[in-house]
Each structure stands twice: as structure tokens, then as C-alpha cells.
């Protein structure tokens, strides 16, 4: 079984700034993609950024140049650093990653809030 615990999500001014963690834990071989995706009430789940296991990175349009996404491979940890927020970053955020067992497979986290005030 694989474990995600995420941290750091909570309430914020407009401009300011929030680090998501998102540490993995369990049996596995390798992290291969770590994503994190967002959900905004009365929205679909939609995502925010990537990086891969070589570290390419890939963001949505709405966040690039204020939002980046990292990992610490040695600790299977994936950093979301969040500057500029906005009131429309207001949402819960979801670490999902895709482990190597047996065979790829997908987790998801619990999901954290982030409120980000005007």
C-alpha cells in the first residue's frame, strides 16, 4: 500500500505565499510523474502542475510564473511553492502520483485547502 500525507495548505492574503508537501511512504520500486491538481467548489479537478521523474516540469496557464513545482527524490517528497496568490487559487489541492509496483499505478492524496483572501 502507498501513503500520501500532505501539508501546508491554509489561509492566505492575496499576494502572498504557501509551500504544499506532499511526502510518499509504502512499497513501491520508483515515483515516476508527481502531479498536483486542484478542485474549486462548483469546478472539476483540475491540474496544476508536474514534474517527472528527470525533472521536466509543466504548469497551467493560470499559475505559470508565480507557482513551482519541485521534488526531493532521496525524501519522495513533491513541493508545490505557491507566490502571487490569488482569490481564484482558492481551492483543495491534491498531491497524485504514479508509483512503479508490479505495474504503474496512480495515488492520490487527501487533498488540502488552500483559501486565499482579497
Known amino acids: 500500500q502507498v501513503q500520501l500525507v500532505e501539508s501546508g495548505g491554509g489561509l492566505v492574503q492575496a499576494g502572498g505565499s504557501l509551500r504544499l508537501s506532499c511526502a510518499v511512504s509504502?512499497?513501491?520500486?520508483?515515483?515516476?510523474?508527481m502531479n498536483w491538481y486542484r478542485q474549486a467548489p462548483g469546478k472539476q479537478r483540475e491540474l496544476v502542475s508536474a514534474?517527472?521523474?528527470?525533472?521536466?516540469?509543466n504548469y497551467a496557464d493560470s499559475v505559470k510564473g508565480r507557482f513551482t513545482i519541485s521534488r526531493d527524490n532521496a525524501k519522495n517528497t513533491v513541493y508545490l511553492q505557491m507566490d502571487s496568490l490569488k482569490p481564484e487559487d482558492t481551492a483543495v489541492y491534491y498531491c497524485?502520483?504514479?508509483?512503479?509496483?508490479?505495474?504503474?499505478?496512480?495515488?492520490w492524496g487527501q487533498g488540502t485547502q488552500v483559501t486565499v483572501s482579497s
Open positions: 514534474i517527472t521523474s528527470a525533472g521536466t516540469t
Open positions: 509504502g512499497s513501491f520500486f520508483s515515483i515516476s510523474t
Open positions: 497524485n502520483v504514479i508509483v512503479l509496483q508490479a505495474t504503474p499505478r496512480r495515488y
